[in-house]
C-alpha cells in the first residue's frame, strides 16, 4: 500500500540503503535490487523517472553517483513521490551539510531514523524537516 | 581499544567496519571480512557483553542490508528493546524492524510475546519518544495477533495531548485495522476528531487512517462521509490560501503532500456518491486554477486534481477544465510530465472519450517517442482510442511504426495490431492485407493461433483466394525471413498453386504476375532448405510440395527429387511426408503369400490402412483408395498400379491414424535396403516380419512366438472377418491339391548333410501332416550310429516313427528315411517350426548337428 520500499543505490549497483514495507526474504530482495537497478542503470538523463517493473511502479532519481529508487503501488501519484525523494534528501542535507554517499554510508542508523519519521508502514507522515529532525538531535544530545 | 590483545573482540566500531569492507576489493574478500566480524558478533552475544550491544546490531543491519544472513542477532534486538537507556531503545527498535520478517512463524511466535510485553510497558511510558518508537515499531510490523493485544493502548494513545504520538499513533492504528478489519469501528470517532487538528503531520496521519478506514469497511465510508467532508474542505482551502510556511514549503507551496492526500481522500468519499461530489466542487475548481504548474510539486498537485475530478460525479465544467489540464500536461517536454497525462487520459477514457479522441494525433506521436516507458503507455492508450471510424488510419499508423521499432516492442506492437485489425475490420481484403504486411515485418512475433485463423479466413474467402496467393508469393520473396510468413506463403502456394500461376480470380487493384509453375517450385524449395526454417515449417513445405506435385504434372520429378533428399532426415515427421510421396516399392510374391497366411496380422492392419484411407481430407486430389475394403487388400499389397494416391491420403495434418502411417512406410522399409533410423519402423518391422524372417534369417528361438500374440493384441480391435476370409483362403487352397500346395523343401543343408522333407496331408485332417524325412550324407565317409531328433513349440504335437536305417551310406548313395507325424493346434494360425538334431559318427568320431527349420509352406 502506497511506498513499498526505499532503496539507495550507487552507480556500480551497490546497495547503500534499503527499507522496505512490505516482507520480502533476503533473495528476495537482493534479485529485486538488482533487476530495478539494471533497468534504472540503463536508462539516459532525458527519459522519464517512472520505471514499471511486475505489477509495480518505480520511481527513481539520481543525485550524483546515487539512485533513489522508491517502489510504489500502481495507483500512487508519481510526481508526489519525486517530492518526496527530494525532500529525503533536503532532510539529510540539513543534518549533515552537503551530504554526500560517504555520509549516508558512516552513518547509516540516522538516516534510518530519518527515514522512519518520515515515512511509517508505506504512508508518508512528516513531511516537516523540522519535525523530522528534533528527535534525531535530541538523540545525540543525550549520547 | 584491546584489538592487539584480543583480535576477536568487538571493538571495531562501525565506521571501521564500513571501511574494511570498502576497502575488499574482490567478493571472497568482503565475505571473508563479514563473516570475521559476524563471528566476533556472535562471540559476544553468547558472553552477553552490554557496552557494544548496540554497535554490535549497527553493524549486523549493516551486513544484513549487504544481503547477508543475521538470524543470530534476533535475540539481541530484544534485550535492547528491554534496556532503560533511548539510544539502545532505538537501535533495538530498528533492528527489530529491519531484521524480522513477519512471515518467519516460529521466529514470530516466541518473538510476539516478547515483544508485546516490552511494547506494552514502552507505551505506557512517560517519554513520548519512547513512546513513539513503540508505536514507530508496531506500525511496521505487527501482526494480526499482536494488533489485536495491542489495540486498547493504540486507541488511547490517540487521544494524547502530544502531537507527535498522535501521529504516530494514527498510522499504528493504519497497520491495526489493515490486519485486523474489525477493528475498524474503534476508530472512526478518533479520525474524524483528528482532523481538526492544526499540526500537518497528525492531519495527514489522520487523513490516511480515514482512506484505510473506508477500505476496510463499509459502515466506515457512510460515517465518514457524513461528518469529515467539510473537515476535508476546510483543511484544503486553508492549505492553499495559506501565506508563506517556511516549516512546510515546498517550492512555493505549502505542503504539497498534504494536499495530495487530501485529495485523494475526497475521490475515495465521492466515488458514486452525487452528493459529496458536489460539495466538493468548489474547492475542486479552486485549487485546479489556482495552482501553479511550473514546478514539479505544482504539477503533482494538478495530477492528483485531475485524478480526482475523474474518479467523482463531477459537473462537466469541471471535467473540459480537467481534459484541459491535460492537454496542457501532455504538450509539455518533460518525459515525466507527459507520462503521467497519458496514464490520466486513460482513465479519463471511461469518463469522456470525445475529449480523448481530440489529442489522437498527440498520442500517435508519444508512440514514437524515444522514451520506453512513454511508448507503452501510448501504445495502451491508441488500443483503447480505436473505434469503427478510426480503425483503418489508426492501424496504418501502428503498422507503419511497427518497421521502424525496435526488438522488443515488435512483440507488444505485433500483438496490438493483430487483435485491433480482427476486432474491427469490416471487409476481409482489408484485413487480409494487414495481416500480410505484419507477417512480412514482424512474422516471428506473430503468435500461432492469429495465423491459423488466417488460413482459416483465407480458405472460406474463395473470390480473394487467388489474391492472397499472389500477395503471398510477393512477400516471400521479399522477405523469407519471417517464419510465420512463409508458413502462410507456403500453404497457399501449395493449395492454390493453379490460381497462382494462371491469374485466376484477379482483382481490380492488381497487376497481372507471371509466374511459372516452377517459379512457384522454386519458392517452396527455398524455404524448405533455408537453415533457418525449422520442423513445422519445412514439414508444411513438403506437403506443398506434393500438393504440387499432382498440380504440376511436369514438375512432379523434380518435386521427387527434393522430397527424397529428406528421405533420411532423422526427424520423424519429415521423413513421413517425404516417404509418402514414392511408389511403394514391391513386395517378393513368395514372402507376401507367406505372410499372408502365416500372419493374419497383416492383412488386418492394411485392413485398417484402407478403412483409414477414406476422405478426411479436404484436398480435391484423385483420392483412389475410395474401394470396399476386402479388394484393397490385394490393392494396397499389391502395389505395380497404385500409385502416389493411395499414400497422399494422409492430409496435411499431423498423422491422427498412429497405425496407418506408421504401415505406410513399413511396407516400403521392409523392401528398401536402407533401414530408416526410427524406432516405430523397427517395431512395424517385427509385426509384419514374423512371417518373412526366413528370407531373413533371423534366429527366432521358441519364444519367439510371443511376438505374433504381441502384434496381435496390438491389432485385435480389428474386423474379426478377415481372419475368416483367409481361414477360407488357406482351407480352400488345402482343399485342392495336396502335393502341389506344399512342395517338398530343404529343412537343412549342411557340407555334410542334407535333409529334404515332403508333405502329406489329409483331407478332412488340416492339422495333421505326416512329413518323409530323407537324409543324405554329403561326404565321403559313412555316418553311423545316425540319430534325428527333433523339437517343436508347445501348440504342435509330434510323433516320430523310427528311421529305416542307422547308418548313412556315402555320397548320397543312398537315404536314409524317417517319418515324421506332425499336428498343429493352432493350425491357421501360427506356422510350423521344428528344431532339430542330429548326431552320428565318423570313423568312430562323434559329430552333431543343429538346425530350425522356419520354410514350413504356409498352411501347415
Given at each position: ?10 552507480k556500480q ?63 500512487e ?51 516537516s524537516?523540522?519535525?523530522i ?11 | ?16 567496519m ?58 539481541e ?27 518467519q ?51 488511547r ?39 481538526k ?18 477500505k ?73 486554477t ?10 503533482a ?145 506473430v ?36 517464419e ?112 499372408r ?13 484402407a ?11 484423385p ?70 524372417s526366413?528370407v ?79 537324409f ?19 501348440f504342435?504335437q ?63
Amino acid at each position: 500500500m502506497g511506498i513499498r520500499f526505499v532503496v539507495m543505490v550507487n552507480k556500480q549497483g551497490q546497495t547503500r540503503v534499503a527499507q522496505y514495507y512490505e516482507h520480502l526474504s533476503v533473495d528476495e530482495r537482493r534479485a529485486l535490487e538488482g533487476e530495478i537497478v539494471r533497468k534504472c542503470l540503463a536508462r539516459t538523463d532525458h527519459q522519464c523517472s517512472f520505471v514499471e517493473h511486475r505489477n509495480y511502479k518505480v520511481v527513481y532519481r539520481r543525485y550524483a553517483s546515487l539512485f533513489f529508487l522508491v517502489g510504489v503501488d500502481n495507483d500512487e501519484n508519481e510526481l508526489a513521490i519525486l517530492e518526496f525523494i527530494h525532500l529525503l534528501v533536503e532532510t539529510m542535507d540539513r543534518h549533515f551539510g552537503n551530504v554526500c554517499e560517504l555520509d549516508i554510508m558512516f552513518h547509516l542508523e540516522k538516516v534510518h531514523f530519518m527515514l522512519e519519521e518520515m515515512v511509517m508502514n508505506g504512508c508518508i507522515v512528516e513531511t516537516s524537516k523540522q519535525n523530522i529532525l528534533a528527535p534525531i538531535h535530541l538523540m545525540e544530545k543525550t549520547s | 581499544m584491546d584489538l592487539a590483545i584480543n583480535p576477536f573482540s568487538s571493538g571495531t566500531r562501525l565506521r571501521d567496519m564500513i571501511r574494511a569492507i570498502r576497502a575488499c576489493k574482490t567478493a571472497a574478500e568482503e565475505r571473508a571480512v563479514v563473516r570475521r566480524e559476524c563471528a566476533a558478533i556472535r562471540a559476544a552475544i553468547s558472553e552477553g557483553d552490554q557496552d557494544y550491544r548496540h554497535r554490535n546490531m549497527a553493524k549486523l543491519m549493516f551486513i544484513h542490508m549487504l544481503g547477508y544472513p543475521t538470524h543470530f542477532g534476533q535475540m539481541e534486538c530484544l534485550k535492547l528493546i528491554a534496556a532503560a537507556g533511548f539510544p539502545e531503545k532505538r537501535i533495538g527498535y530498528l533492528g527489530l524492524m529491519l531484521l524480522l520478517d513477519e512471515r518467519q512463524e516460529n521466529a514470530m511466535f516466541c518473538f510476539e510475546h516478547l515483544v508485546v510485553l516490552n511494547a506494552d510497558r514502552d507505551l505506557n511510558h512517560s517519554n513520548q519518544f519512547i513512546v513513539g518508537l513503540a508505536l514507530c515499531a508496531l506500525g511496521n510490523i505487527c501482526s494480526a495477533e499482536m494488533a489485536r493485544d495491542l489495540s486498547p493502548e493504540v486507541e488511547r494513545l490517540l487521544q494524547s495531548r502530544e502531537p507527535n504520538t498522535k501521529k504516530k499513533a494514527a498510522l499504528c492504528s493504519i497497520r491495526i485495522v489493515r490486519k485486523v478489519p474489525d477493528l475498524a469501528e474503534n476508530f472512526m470517532g478518533s479520525a474524524v476528531s483528528l482532523l481538526k487538528e492544526k499540526h500537518h503531520g497528525v492531519l495527514i496521519s489522520a487523513v490516511q487512517l480515514c482512506a484505510e478506514l473506508c477500505k476496510a469497511s463499509k459502515e466506515a465510508l457512510e460515517y465518514l462521509r457524513k461528518n469529515c467532508l467539510d473537515g476535508l474542505v476546510r483543511i484544503l482551502r486553508d492549505v492553499s490560501n495559506s501565506s508563506y510556511a517556511p516549516e512546510y514549503d515546498i517550492a512555493g507551496i505549502t505542503d504539497p503532500f498534504l494536499h495530495i492526500r487530501v485529495l485523494k481522500l475526497m475521490r475515495i468519499l465521492g466515488q458514486g456518491d452525487a452528493d459529496c461530489s458536489e460539495f466538493v466542487n468548489d474547492i475542486l475548481a479552486q485549487v485546479a486554477t489556482k495552482t501553479e504548474s511550473n514546478k514539479n510539486a505544482g504539477n503533482a498537485i494538478l495530477y492528483e486534481c485531475v485524478e480526482t475530478i475523474m474518479g467523482i460525479e463531477a459537473t462537466s465544467g469541471l471535467r473540459v477544465l480537467a481534459i484541459n489540464i491535460l492537454g496542457r500536461f501532455l504538450s509539455n517536454r518533460d518525459n515525466n510530465i507527459r507520462y503521467v497525462a497519458l496514464n490520466m487520459l486513460m482513465k479519463a477514457m471511461e469518463v469522456d472519450t470525445q475529449a480523448v479522441q481530440r489529442h489522437r494525433a498527440t498520442i500517435l506521436e508519444c508512440v514514437k517517442d524515444a522514451d520506453v516507458s512513454i511508448r507503452k503507455r501510448a501504445l495502451e492508450l491508441v488500443y483503447l482510442l480505436v473505434n469503427d471510424a478510426n480503425a483503418k488510419s489508426l492501424t496504418k499508423e501502428l503498422v507503419d511504426y511497427l518497421e521502424v521499432s525496435d526488438q522488443d516492442f515488435k512483440d507488444d506492437l505485433t500483438a496490438k495490431i493483430c487483435s485491433i485489425v480482427e476486432k474491427f475490420s469490416q471487409d476481409k481484403l482489408w484485413y487480409l492485407d494487414q495481416m500480410f504486411k505484419v507477417l512480412s515485418l514482424a512474422g516471428n512475433y506473430v503468435k500461432d493461433d492469429v495465423w491459423h485463423a488466417l488460413i482459416v479466413l483465407i480458405s472460406n474467402a474463395s473470390e480473394l483466394q487467388g489474391y492472397s496467393v499472389r500477395s503471398l508469393y510477393k512477400a516471400l520473396l521479399a522477405c523469407g525471413e519471417q517464419e510465420s510468413l512463409v508458413r502462410v506463403a507456403v500453404w497457399c502456394i501449395g493449395e492454390y498453386g493453379e490460381m497462382l500461376v494462371n491469374n485466376v480470380g484477379m482483382l481490380d487493384i492488381e497487376e497481372p504476375i507471371t509466374v511459372t509453375e516452377s517459379d512457384a517450385v522454386d519458392a517452396v524449395e527455398v524455404s524448405l532448405k533455408r537453415y533457418s526454417a525449422d520442423v513445422t515449417t519445412r514439414a508444411m513445405c513438403l506437403v506443398s510440395l506434393l500438393k504440387l506435385s499432382s498440380r504440376f504434372p511436369p514438375t512432379s520429378e523434380r518435386i521427387k527429387e527434393i522430397v527424397a533428399q529428406n528421405k533420411g532426415n532423422t526427424v520423424l515427421e519429415l521423413q513421413q511426408r517425404s516417404s509418402l510421396l514414392e511408389r511403394m516399392p514391391v513386395i517378393d510374391e513368395a514372402s507376401y503369400l507367406a505372410k499372408r497366411a502365416a500372419s493374419t496380422q497383416a492383412t488386418i492392419s492394411s485392413d485398417k490402412l484402407a478403412a483409414a484411407a477414406t476422405p478426411g481430407s479436404s484436398l480435391k486430389l484423385p483420392n483412389g483408395v475410395a474401394k470396399p475394403p476386402p479388394a484393397p487388400l490385394a490393392d494396397l499389397l499389391d502395389l505395380s498400379s497404385d500409385d502416389a494416391p493411395a499414400t497422399t491420403s494422409a492430409p496435411t495434418t499431423a498423422p491422427n491414424d498412429f497405425l496407418q502411417d506408421l504401415l505406410g512406410i513399413g511396407l516400403t522399409d521392409t523392401s528398401t535396403a536402407g533401414g530408416a533410423p526410427s524406432a516405430s519402423t523397427d517395431i512395424l518391422m517385427d509385426l509384419l516380419s514374423i512371417g518373412s524372417s526366413p528370407v531373413q534369417n533371423g534366429p527366432p528361438t521358441v519364444s519367439n512366438f510371443s511376438l505374433p500374440g504381441q502384434a496381435e493384441t496390438k491389432v485385435a480391435p480389428v474386423t474379426p472377418q478377415v481372419v475368416d476370409l483367409l481361414d477360407g483362403l488357406s482351407s480352400s487352397t488345402s482343399l485342392s491339391d495336396e502335393n502341389t500346395a506344399y512342395p517338398p523343401i530343404t529343412a537343412f543343408q549342411s557340407a555334410a548333410l542334407k535333409i529334404t522333407f515332403n508333405f502329406k496331408k489329409q483331407s478332412g485332417k488340416p492339422q495333421e501332416t505326416t512329413i518323409h524325412a530323407s537324409f543324405t550324407n554329403l561326404t565321403s565317409n559313412t555316418f553311423t550310429d545316425f540319430i534325428f531328433q527333433a523339437a517343436v513349440p508347445k501348440f504342435i504335437q509330434l510323433r516320430l516313427d523310427p528311421a529305416s536305417s542307422n547308418t548313412l551310406p556315402a555320397s548320397g548313395n543312398d537315404s536314409v528315411t524317417q517319418s515324421l507325424s506332425v499336428t498343429n493346434n493352432q493350425h491357421g494360425q501360427k506356422p510350423l517350426a521344428m528344431r532339430i538334431r542330429i548326431t552320428y559318427k565318423v570313423n568312430g568320431e562323434d559329430r552333431l548337428e543343429q538346425g530350425q527349420i522356419n520354410n514350413f509352406p504356409a498352411g501347415l
